[in-house]
């Protein structure tokens, strides 16, 4: 049984950095054609695709947010960690981790967890 | 990016009904398109991936049709269950990006 779960902080200040894991449990990181997305959505809005990592280490970002968002993995530990920098207000929103298999859709997601930020 | 614009945004429908999403790409995504469902709270559902494949243990009243840049979802017969909001997100191309969501009601 594939699971993901998200943890980190709930709350954030202004400016701060946020990092947040996936730990992933039965599948490995390290298995051909395995990729891990990071998700978020703002409350009432829909879901904004942040960044994905895959088995090779190869990394997709999404412009809008490429230069405040790093993503890598811990193979050894199944884990997964998004590096969000310039926390800002709008930045507030519940965050998700997601496993795809190349070319599949996002199949197993994590329960997700609201992040706020503010001071 | 390849914007995604669903319609309706919210459809009023009764249990047994067959409710027809629409989702409109702002370029061709060649069949690169998901369907997932979500309930408050809860994370979004894949329920169809590369336009018309069934994900592992959906109901077969999900079907999902189309071609360039017009998809749909179909519901066959309502359900109970089925009533949440409905996404459709392209990965032909990053950005991957989501539609604006459509909400299924109770009539």
């Known amino acids: 049984q594939i699971t993901l779960k998200e943890s980190g902080p709930t709350l954030v200040k202004p400016t701060q950095t946020l990092t947040l894991t996936c730990t992933l449990s039965?599948?490995?990181?390290?298995?051909?054609?395995?990729?891990v997305a990071w998700l978020r959505q703002p409350p009432g809005k829909a879901p904004e695709w942040l960044a994905l990592?895959?088995?090779?280490?190869?990394?997709y970002y999404n412009p809008s947010l490429q230069s405040r968002v790093t993503v890598s993995k811990d193979t050894s530990k199944n884990q997964v960690v998004l590096i969000m920098t310039n926390m800002d207000p709008l930045d507030t929103a519940t965050y998700f981790c997601?496993?795809?298999?190349?070319?599949?859709?996002?199949?197993?997601w994590g329960p997700g967890m609201l992040v706020t930020v503010s001071s | 990016d390849v914007q995604m614009t669903q319609s309706p945004s919210t459809l009023s429908a009764s249990v047994g009904d067959r409710v027809t999403i629409s989702c409109r790409a702002s370029?061709?995504?060649?069949?690169?398109l998901a369907w997932f469902q979500q309930k408050p709270g809860k994370a979004p559902k894949l329920l169809i991936y590369?336009?018309?494949t069934l994900q592992n243990g959906v109901p077969s009243r999900f079907s999902g049709s189309g071609s360039g840049a017009e998809y749909s979802l179909t519901i066959s017969s309502l359900q109970p269950d089925d009533f949440a909001t409905y996404y459709c997100?392209?990965?032909?191309?990053?950005?991957?990006?989501f539609g604006q969501g459509t909400k299924v009601e109770i009539k």
């Open positions: 997601a496993h795809r298999i190349v070319e599949q859709g996002l199949d197993y």
């Open positions: 039965g599948l490995s990181l390290s298995t051909s054609g395995v990729g």
């Open positions: 990592i895959y088995w090779d280490n190869d990394k």
């Open positions: 370029h061709n995504v060649n069949t690169w």
């Open positions: 590369k336009t018309a």
């Open positions: 997100q392209q990965y032909s191309g990053y950005p991957w990006t």
